[in-house]
């Protein structure tokens, strides 16, 4: 069973640039979660979506948005970047709440 | 709002003892909890979890204690190996979302 995809791996952008980020979560999960790491914030829940619904949303600026197709694949935006957003972001894909927390290796960003 | 966050930033233990991480959570409406391990350019990976009805569970070398009165989460990892090595987090949830405590760097020595 295949886990939780993201892509790309790695990303360099210049500030003021956008970004997207794709997650493709367990197949038949129909909750996906975006989270970004970073050393001095740790992990801080960015949004989630559920059946092609924003469910709930973290303490972020509207820069960061995201949405999730009806093959519960995900996408999250972020524009205009600031250095401040590199970070490692995280997707964890879940059958529904409370039934477990499948993450992904991350998609590393990296603002210059 | 509400954080999960852990005593003790790092830990180092011997080839083969046990090893003891603990969490503090603060939101009493927290009914789920999780405890993951995330390596060096890894995702975090899930290790064991325990939902608010119990106060312990088991899983292979691992033990998770849960103490509702004090709002306290511990894991326990029998006869630590080298390749436990790695950051450990705690997580809690009452909705759709984790909120995590700040991590606990394990090391282990040969």
């Known amino acids: 069973k295949a886990g939780v995809t993201q892509t790309p791996r790695y990303l360099i952008k210049t500030r003021g640039q956008q970004v997207t980020l794709s997650c493709s979560p367990i197949?038949?999960?129909?909750?996906v979660s975006w989270y970004q790491q970073t050393p001095g914030q740790g992990l801080q829940f960015l949004f989630e979506?559920?059946?092609?619904?924003?469910?709930n949303k973290g303490n972020f600026p509207g820069r960061f948005s995201g949405r999730q197709f009806s093959n519960s694949r995900s996408e999250m935006n972020v524009s205009t970047l600031e250095l401040g957003d590199s970070a490692l972001y995280l997707c964890?894909?879940?059958?529904?709440?409370?039934?477990?927390?499948?993450f992904g290796s991350g998609t590393r960003l990296t603002v210059v | 709002g509400e954080s999960v966050g852990l005593h003790l930033p790092t830990l180092s233990v011997q080839e083969g003892d046990n090893s003891i991480i603990n969490c503090a959570y603060s939101?009493?409406?927290?009914?789920?909890f999780i405890w993951y391990k995330q390596e060096s350019g890894k995702g975090p990976q899930f290790i064991i979890d325990?939902?608010?009805?119990?106060d312990k569970r088991q899983g292979q070398r691992v033990t998770v204690l849960l103490n509702k009165t004090v709002k306290h989460l511990s894991l326990q990892i029998a006869a630590t190996q080298p390749g436990d090595s790695a950051v450990y987090f705690c997580?809690?949830?009452?909705?759709?979302?984790?909120?995590f405590g700040e991590g606990t760097q394990l090391t282990v020595n040969p």
């Open positions: 964890a894909s879940s059958l529904g709440t409370g039934l477990g927390y499948t």
């Open positions: 197949s038949g999960h129909r909750s």
């Open positions: 979506y559920f059946s092609e619904t924003q469910r």
């Open positions: 939101n009493s409406a927290s009914d789920y």
């Open positions: 325990i939902r608010s009805n119990m």
């Open positions: 997580a809690e949830t009452s909705g759709s979302r984790l909120t």
